[in-house]
Nanobody, 127 residues
Framework: QAHLVESGGGLVQPGGSLRLSCAASGISLDYYAIGWFRQAPGKEREGVSCIHSFDGSTYYADSVKGRFTISSDNAKNTVYLKMNSLKPDDTAVYYC????????????????????WGQGTQVTVSS
């Protein structure tokens, strides 16, 4: 059975950094695109970033380009999201997600293509 477990959320000041981790079980990182969505109160769930480890290709939403970096460690079956220069607008619940096949979903990082969701982790950016 597939599971995604997030960790690393918390409270950080504007301009600060956090690293989220997503530990996957029952899922091949080489087959799926795995990454992150976020949802702020009163807003729709937004695709943030994903990676397809088979070829290393990545996707970033325009709102996080240049600030967030996604990476994967296939030996640990874990995906990371390093978030720098955080802004109050980044405040949301961040969900790890997996959709397959990865070479298709990576170019269509939307909730409708997701097969597995994590439980979510809160990120709050505030002074």
């Amino acid at each position: 059975q597939a599971h995604l477990v997030e960790s690393g959320g918390g409270l950080v000041q504007p301009g600060g950094s956090l690293r989220l981790s997503c530990a996957a079980s029952g899922i091949s990182l080489d087959y799926y695109a795995i990454g992150w969505f976020r949802q702020a109160p009163g807003k729709e769930r937004e695709g943030v970033s994903c990676i397809h480890s088979f070829d290393g290709s990545t996707y970033y939403a325009d709102s996080v380009k240049g600030r967030f970096t996604i990476s994967s460690d296939n030996a640990k079956n874990t995906v990371y999201l390093k978030m720098n220069s955080l802004k109050p607008d980044d405040t949301a619940v961040y969900y790890c997600a997996a959709g397959g096949p990865g070479d298709y979903v990576k170019d269509r990082w939307r909730a409708t293509y997701i097969d597995v969701w994590g439980q979510g982790t809160q990120v709050t950016v505030s002074s």
